[in-house]
């Protein structure tokens, strides 16, 4: 199991669905000329780590958020991993549609009944989803993995717990899923189909990330999931009973 980091100090909240920004990426360091310190010669170059490639692009955005990075299933084909055999967090949420500056969208409210509080939300008739998140790493097209949180409804959920019960399968963090959805709105459909490492590299082209390079990605707890403020659910809440 990787050592859990608190979320908390490094990642205050989830990634709305919609949100993309990022901080910006360290300067690069500046150009040298021609005339090298003396002794600079025998010095090996440094390796570069720049990577190209579509599935590199997105793991440099999410890697220079200060966000918490959910991750979303596509009708495109993904390769995940489990990096633990359970849930790190099972709580409740509101989605509620909200105008944007991009125009309607729906945005995600912890509900404060999670801490034992009343909620606004719920006060109006806005009814939560159950969310059960896991510590998923997202394997790139190059085998580089990246943390991200998997945030399961019930639906989904229904097919993960399923999998932990398959002794073939158990546990969920042995080997690897191809994930993806397909269809619209209530129609949607999730697939999860569990692969073997050796047939990342056989039949994907893909080379599994080491043990180490997993266990250097950490893992999120509970501290990531923030109570949201009275104040603001009770000015949702409003907007939504003026609507009626």
Same mark, same amino acid.
């Not at 099972?90 to 549609?97: A, C, D, K």
């Given at each position: 199991m990787p050592p859990t980091k608190r +979320? +908390? %100090?490094q990642i205050p909240r989830v990634q709305? &669905?919609?949100d993309d920004e990022a901080t910006p990426p360290p300067a690069p360091a500046a150009a040298t000329n021609g005339d090298a310190d003396e002794g600079d010669d025998d010095e090996a170059p440094p390796t570069a780590t720049i990577r190209r490639g579509m599935s590199a692009a997105r793991q440099v955005i999410d890697s220079t958020s200060s966000f918490a990075q959910a991750f979303k299933l596509t009708e495109q084909i993904q390769v995940i991993k489990f990096l633990e055999d359970d849930s790190y967090a099972?709580?409740? %949420?509101?989605? #509620? &549609?909200r105008q944007t500056p991009t125009g309607r969208a729906n945005r995600s409210y912890n509900c404060l009944k999670n801490w034992g509080k009343t909620c606004p939300l719920c006060e109006v008739g806005d009814k939560p989803? +159950?969310?059960v998140a896991f510590n998923i790493a997202l #394997?790139?097209?190059d085998g580089v993995a990246i943390l991200k949180t998997l945030d399961a409804g019930p639906k989904l959920f229904g097919i993960i717990e399923n999998y932990a019960r398959d002794p073939k399968v158990a546990p969920l963090s042995k080997g690897y899923f191809l994930a993806s959805k397909s269809g619209k709105g209530g129609t949607v459909n999730y697939q999860l189909v569990p692969i073997k490492a050796h047939s990342l590299s056989d039949d994907y082209d893909i080379d599994a990330p080491s043990d180490d390079e997993l266990k250097k990605l950490g893992a999120y707890d509970t501290d990531i999931i923030t109570m949201p403020k009275t104040k603001d659910l009770e000015g949702i809440a409003a907007e939504i009973a003026d609507e009626y």
């Open positions: +979320a +908390a %100090r709305d &669905e919609d099972n709580y409740t %949420r509101h989605w #509620i &549609e989803q +159950a969310v #394997i790139g097209d």
